[in-house]
């Protein structure tokens, strides 16, 4: 036990700054992926049938795949056509990308289960579909779209891991350097993976809470 505590005091430090890259890494791709999530997903709906092709060609091609093959080209091809990134920079382009695709579909979903009687009393008092749109549909599918939006977070952070294999220095990669250099790979994976847990557990709480409230507010509105 006593062995155990001086590797955890050792070990922590570089554990903990790479912690703090993991969570940087994934609250600035997923801001970055709700933005361009949220234009993918409206063109998916568009009536434009060029925009609609090629925001589900996008869709398409990033869901169909792998993110390992995605931060692996945009690290390595990104530079071949004159593009430098750090490590840190192409983990942040890699995974929002990946996960922007996700949340369109999400946000797109979040739209569809609007129920369309909503935008023809839009449309009755005088609006037009884009006005109709950002007031009264996106509101209410954004708010439709926070638990599963909430789920893709947790996704995306466990996700964040992969940037280890283009050197950013998360949590997953000062594992490794450790573990390669002192050879005490049970320690310190037991410790990335409770990291990993402890980072998750506050945006596990916060999305069993949206979906309590969802479902209580879907049931007093059966109600009435």
Same mark, same amino acid.
Request: charged residues 15%.
């Given at each position: 036990?006593?062995?155990?505590?001086?590797?955890?005091?050792?070990?922590?430090?570089?554990?903990?700054?790479?912690?703090?890259?993991?969570?940087?890494?994934?609250?600035?791709?997923?801001?970055?992926?709700?933005?361009?999530?949220?234009?993918?997903?409206?063109?998916?709906?568009?009536?434009?049938?060029?925009?609609?092709?090629?925001?589900?060609?996008?869709?398409?091609?990033?869901?169909?795949?792998?993110?390992?093959v995605q931060l692996v080209y945009v690290y390595f091809v990104f530079p071949?056509?004159?593009?430098?990134?750090?490590?840190?920079?192409?983990?942040?382009?890699?995974?929002?990308?990946?996960?922007?695709?996700?949340?369109?579909?999400?946000?797109?979903?979040?739209?569809?289960?609007?129920?369309?009687?909503?935008?023809?009393?839009?449309?009755?008092?005088?609006?037009?579909?884009?006005?109709?749109?950002?007031?009264?549909?996106?509101?209410?599918?954004?708010?439709?779209?926070?638990?599963?939006?909430?789920?893709?977070?947790? #996704? %995306?952070?466990?996700?964040? $891991? @992969?940037?280890?294999?283009?050197?950013?220095?998360?949590?997953? =990669? /000062?594992?490794?350097?450790?573990?390669?250099?002192?050879?005490?790979?049970?320690?310190?994976?037991?410790?990335?993976?409770?990291?990993?847990? #402890? %980072?998750?557990?506050?945006? $596990? @709480?916060?999305?069993?809470?949206?979906?309590?409230?969802?479902? =209580? /507010?879907?049931?007093?509105?059966?109600?009435?």
């Amino acid at each position: 036990m006593s062995e155990l505590i001086k590797d955890v005091k050792m070990f922590f430090p570089a554990l903990l700054e790479g912690a703090w890259l993991t969570i940087e890494l994934t609250v600035i791709s997923l801001i970055l992926a709700l933005i361009v999530g949220l234009f993918i997903g409206l063109g998916r709906i568009s009536r434009n049938r060029i925009i609609y092709r090629i925001c589900s060609i996008y869709v398409s091609i990033i869901r169909g795949t792998p993110l390992l093959v995605q931060l692996v080209y945009v690290y390595f091809v990104f530079p071949d056509l004159g593009i430098e990134l750090t490590p840190f920079q192409a983990g942040i382009i890699g995974l929002s990308i990946n996960e922007s695709a996700y949340l369109a579909e999400i946000f797109r979903a979040g739209i569809k289960s609007v129920p369309k009687g909503q935008t023809e009393a839009a449309q009755s008092l005088g609006m037009n579909y884009s006005l109709a749109m950002r007031r009264i549909i996106l509101p209410q599918a954004i708010r439709n779209a926070l638990p599963p939006i909430g789920n893709s977070a947790i #996704i %995306l952070l466990k996700n964040s $891991s @992969l940037a280890a294999v283009i050197t950013v220095g998360e949590l997953m =990669h /000062q594992g490794e350097i450790i573990a390669a250099a002192t050879f005490k790979n049970m320690e310190i994976f037991t410790m990335v993976a409770i990291m990993y847990w #402890i %980072l998750h557990y506050p945006i $596990s @709480l916060l999305v069993d809470y949206l979906e309590k409230r969802g479902d =209580h /507010q879907h049931a007093s509105a059966e109600r009435h």
